[in-house]
């Protein structure tokens, strides 16, 4: 029996998810079948579980699916951001919606959330208070206003493209304790001088001649969220003099940093009367935050 010229040759899931591994592999992608794998989820609106059964189950891909996928793998080949092409990116138990124009959050900024949940459900205030200078996407933010829900949290942000992504997760999620202002860090805030207990940033720390390896960060996170100064410090000084204007006395403030910054933050912490600076590893064991009581 001859096949009509017309017919269409099926084209299993399974078969598209290895191609699509290899290629990605080949582009030199860090977790190739991870991405294959979240990118037909996404094209078929299905959980990982369920991708996972449809390709033990043989299912076959429709020519609009098939070509949505291709495009997909093609883009994630050329190193564009895996969250960019799904339009979103986990973050502790939230999904955060994300695209061009806004910092990704990472899995070990989650340490520093973390920290700043922990001195928050510690403060002894009825309703305490927490500011995230500059927020982003709203990750750190959102956190906190999910798991302490009986906290206020306010989140600035300078960049428009990356208040508007901060301002449609606050709406997605529904955090009404939450609010995020378009305000520059550093005159942030100022109804609220001496009353908070916790001031977390995750702000740029990458020294402006330390160029990032991975494409996905040098080509599409915003630069303005990366780069901080000749030794990258540059926004960790103002955070300094803002955190002292602030929070209360006692009050935590929790910084995000590279691996290598910990002692030069902890030094320029304690030059500026702050208490108790400690550096804290994320969950590679790397040194990621670093954290300070207001005197």
Do not use: C
Request: aromatic letters at 4%; zero cysteines; charged letters at 20%.
């Amino acid at each position: 029996m001859t096949t009509p010229q017309n017919a269409r040759v099926p084209v299993r899931l399974d078969a598209q998810l290895h191609t699509a591994t290899e290629r990605l592999a080949r582009a030199g992608v860090p977790s190739p079948a991870v991405d294959a794998e979240l990118l037909a989820a996404h094209v078929l609106d299905l959980s990982r579980g369920e991708l996972a059964a449809a390709a033990l189950r043989s299912h076959e891909l429709s020519v609009t699916d098939l070509e949505r996928f291709d495009e997909l793998v093609a883009r994630r080949a050329a190193r564009e951001p895996l969250q960019h092409l799904t339009g979103v990116a986990p973050f502790r138990h939230l999904e955060l919606r994300v695209g061009p124009g806004v910092f990704v959050p990472r899995p070990e900024t989650e340490t520093v959330a973390q920290l700043a949940i922990d001195a928050l459900r510690a403060a002894a205030a009825s309703e305490p208070i927490a500011v995230d200078l500059g927020t982003g996407s709203g990750a750190i933010a959102l956190a906190l206003a999910t798991e302490v829900p009986h906290a206020r949290v306010f989140a600035a942000e300078n960049s428009v493209d990356a208040f508007v992504w901060a301002k449609e997760n606050v709406a997605v999620v529904g955090a009404a304790n939450a609010t995020v202002a378009f305000v520059d860090l550093a005159e942030a805030f100022p109804e609220l001088d001496g009353t908070v207990s916790v001031l977390v940033s995750n702000p740029p720390y990458v020294p402006d001649e330390a160029i990032p390896r991975d494409p996905e960060v040098r080509l599409w996170d915003p630069p303005a969220a990366l780069y901080g100064g000749p030794d990258g410090l540059d926004v960790v000084r103002v955070l300094s003099r803002v955190g002292q204007r602030l929070l209360h006395p006692g009050g935590t403030l929790v910084i995000e940093h590279g691996e290598w910054q910990g002692a030069a933050i902890r030094d320029l912490l304690a030059a500026d009367g702050w208490r108790a600076a400690a550096t804290h590893p994320d969950l590679t064991q790397r040194d990621r935050a670093t954290t300070a009581l207001r005197a």
